[in-house]
């Protein structure tokens, strides 16, 4: 089964991505050069990823005393990634970029994550480079931003603490300036960095001649203390090795020391690492500490962090999406091939005890019932999952070359559908992957079959989206309430499009009326959640309110697809339609009754989780 047929229609035939190449950005592709894209990334995945996941999930990375060790197939698979140019492909042309839509990167990119997601850190790298390009300096942009892109170098993120976890206010990782000069430094204000970062993916490996770390830190203040909280966060470029204002190694290491490798559940063809800062170990002109350059402004590191690029966080989605999908295709295949079973026979007379003819043949486990109900589950999850990430990716574009309007209602709809985007999959396509290894019976929690693999890679993203639960207050508790709720409006206002084009088709029409009444009590349980004006009654249900919100979502999603797949059905397309209006009346009849519970606890801003005495547990 390939993925390539529900790519095509998601981006030509919905999204209508073709009609980018019309605006000034993008006029030097067409559907040509967008195929030719998807078809070089489809190859690659196919050729240097997909027979090494067992691999790097069996040979996880190691320290040797001097370096990390990966298998050879993570740097032939690298090598490939650099040199299709997708690392780069929607920057601009003078950074090295091939200008594509990011609609068209994401798509491609989805190849990858559906064939090994733990191979590479291609995400961090493009993060990361992004910011700098955005916060930057010129010098910076240049000399770490641009051999990032080009996959010289990579990137990492360095937020989290041992004793601080998520919570970044706790930050206690020090930056202490570098010498009376250094302001001077042309690669940007020079600071001196003490402290340790946990979980830091791709932390140290040998993929690329450096490593280019993003950090936060804290500046102390003129006693000598660290700022409370997350106004005195700071933000720096530490690279594993030392450079100068050419992008050259000094031949100098940075104080940079990897203490461990954390060893992992899952994704384990990417290092997971401690690393020191700052301990001496590796000093630079002699001193201890580890060499960092300002980005911004002092106190300003959160605001520079989270402008990430709304990118890196539809690649998150994205890769719990393409793992679930990986275990859809897997468990779709076999359950085309397996025989179990045999058919129920129909009764003679009805309330007679259900009879089996134990003469007849095995039957395909397609055929029965349940078996089809968690396969077009699987469907549903997925293909609607990735839908949403696509339909993100088509905002981002729209952000960066759409009027004014448009470009400022892209923002905003991003903002609210960022959590959904970066939660949903990683909570329903990690359900995806239980239900494949269901069909797959007692060979699902075997190495026999890859859906246990699928499973323990996809049960990390529900920490990776940074977390599910931050995510949920995220939305509650800031996103649909920011810019006096227009946000909320606006994304109401594309769900109410959709559901008068739907109500005009007759077998969409119950849907379009079931997901008008959805909307109506997502907008009716905000207003509840928060009617005492006190966050802690609003956000103690913050979860139930994010999973009605996403359902709800992903009911318009689907909606909105089934649409446009009736609009343009033709005789040789009868499956593919007939398939998500399959998947589209499941989630309807399936799903979406489910936001009624979720919101239950919402709407009554239930204190059960809340008023539990501690010792009670």
């Known amino acids: 089964m390939s993925l390539r047929p529900t790519i095509d229609f998601l981006l030509y035939d919905w999204l209508d991505a073709e009609s980018l190449s019309q605006r000034e950005r993008f006029s030097d592709?067409?559907?040509?050069?967008?195929?030719?894209?998807?078809?070089?990334?489809?190859?690659?995945?196919?050729?240097?990823?997909?027979?090494?996941?067992?691999?790097?999930?069996t040979q996880e990375p190691h320290f040797d005393g001097e370096k990390v060790v990966l298998p050879q197939a993570t740097h032939d698979a690298h090598r490939a990634f650099v040199e299709s140019g997708m690392m780069s492909a929607a920057q601009d042309y003078d950074v090295g970029g091939m200008q594509l839509p990011y609609t068209l990167q994401a798509a491609a990119n989805s190849f990858?994550?559906?064939?090994?997601?733990?191979?590479?850190?291609?995400?961090?790298?493009?993060?990361?480079?992004?910011?700098?390009?955005?916060?930057?300096?010129?010098?910076?942009?240049?000399?770490?931003?641009?051999?990032?892109?080009?996959?010289?170098?990579?990137?990492?993120?360095?937020?989290?603490?041992?004793?601080?976890?998520?919570?970044?206010?706790?930050?206690?990782?020090?930056?202490?300036?570098?010498?009376?000069?250094?302001?001077?430094?042309?690669?940007?204000?020079?600071?001196?960095?003490?402290?340790?970062?946990?979980?830091?993916?791709?932390?140290?490996?040998?993929?690329?001649?450096?490593?280019?770390?993003?950090?936060?830190?804290?500046?102390?203040?003129?006693?000598?203390?660290?700022?409370?909280?997350?106004?005195?966060?700071?933000?720096?470029?530490?690279?594993?090795?030392?450079?100068?204002?050419?992008?050259?190694?000094?031949?100098?290491?940075?104080?940079?020391?990897?203490?461990?490798?954390?060893?992992?559940?899952?994704?384990?063809?990417?290092?997971?690492?401690?690393?020191?800062?700052?301990?001496?170990?590796?000093?630079?002109?002699?001193?201890?500490?580890?060499?960092?350059?300002l980005v911004g402004e002092p106190g300003k590191g959160l605001h520079c962090m989270f402008h990430m690029m709304n990118e890196a966080r539809i690649g998150v989605g994205t890769a719990a999406t393409m793992?679930?999908?990986?275990?859809?295709?897997?468990?779709?295949?076999?359950?085309?091939?397996?025989?179990?079973?045999?058919?129920?026979?129909?009764?003679?007379?009805?309330?007679?005890?259900?009879a089996k003819d134990s003469a007849s043949p095995q039957v395909r486990i397609i055929e029965h019932a349940d078996v089809r109900r968690m396969l077009l589950a699987q469907k549903a999850y997925c293909e609607g999952a990735l839908a949403l990430e696509l339909y993100c990716a088509r905002l981002v574009d729209e952000q960066k070359t759409g009027d004014a309007q448009a470009a400022d209602d892209a923002r905003l709809l991003l903002e609210v559908l960022t959590p959904i985007a970066k939660s949903w999959p990683s909570e329903w396509c990690l359900e995806a992957n239980s239900l494949a290894i269901q069909v797959h019976g007692g060979y699902g929690y075997t190495r026999d079959f890859p859906v246990e693999q699928y499973w323990r890679d996809n049960r990390l993203n529900m920490i990776h989206e940074g977390?599910?639960?931050i995510q949920a207050?995220?939305?509650?508790?800031?996103?649909?309430?920011?810019?006096?709720?227009?946000g909320l409006q606006l994304l109401g206002g594309r769900i109410a499009e959709t559901i008068g084009r739907a109500a005009k088709v007759l077998a969409l029409a119950a849907h379009a009326r079931a997901l008008e009444a959805a909307w109506q009590r997502i907008v009716s349980a905000t207003e509840a959640a928060w009617s005492t004006g006190d966050p802690a009654d609003a956000l103690a249900n913050a979860v139930p309110y994010m999973q009605a919100f996403g359902h709800t979502v992903l009911a318009w999603i689907w909606l909105d697809v089934a649409r446009r797949a009736l609009e343009i059905d033709a005789e040789k397309a009868r499956a593919v339609t007939a398939g998500k209006i399959g998947a589209t009346d499941y989630f309807f009849h399936y799903e979406l009754p489910k936001i009624g519970a979720w919101l239950n606890v919402v709407e009554s801003r239930d204190p059960t989780c809340t008023a539990l005495p501690e010792d009670a547990f």
């Not at 207050?473 to 227009?486: F, P, Q, W, Y």
């Open 29 to 57: 592709h067409s559907r040509e050069t967008f195929d030719a894209v998807l078809d070089t990334c489809e190859r690659i995945a196919r050729e240097k990823y997909a027979p090494a996941n067992r691999i790097v999930d």
């Open 323 to 354: 793992l679930g999908m990986a275990g859809y295709h897997a468990s779709l295949d076999y359950a085309k091939t397996r025989p179990q079973g045999r058919l129920v026979k129909k009764a003679e007379q009805p309330g007679t005890a259900v």
């Open 473 to 486: 207050a995220d939305l509650l508790g800031r996103k649909v309430l920011m810019e006096k709720g227009r």
């Open 112 to 293: 990858f994550a559906m064939a090994s997601v733990s191979i590479g850190s291609n995400m961090l790298t493009s993060g990361n480079a992004n910011l700098l390009m955005v916060h930057g300096t010129e010098m910076q942009k240049e000399v770490f931003a641009k051999n990032e892109f080009s996959g010289r170098w990579a990137g990492t993120m360095c937020l989290s603490e041992p004793q601080a976890g998520s919570s970044l206010s706790d930050v206690a990782t020090r930056a202490v300036p570098d010498g009376d000069d250094y302001q001077g430094d042309p690669l940007g204000p020079r600071y001196r960095l003490t402290g340790n970062k946990m979980w830091i993916s791709a932390g140290d490996h040998e993929l690329t001649e450096n490593i280019v770390h993003i950090v936060l830190a804290k500046i102390p203040d003129a006693s000598g203390k660290l700022v409370p909280g997350t106004r005195g966060i700071s933000l720096f470029i530490v690279p594993k090795r030392m450079v100068n204002t050419q992008g050259e190694l000094t031949g100098e290491r940075n104080d940079v020391a990897l203490a461990g490798l954390n060893h992992k559940l899952g994704w384990r063809g990417t290092t997971n690492t401690l690393l020191n800062f700052g301990e001496g170990k590796y000093p630079v002109g002699g001193k201890a500490g580890a060499v960092g350059y």
């Open 467 to 469: 977390t599910h639960g």
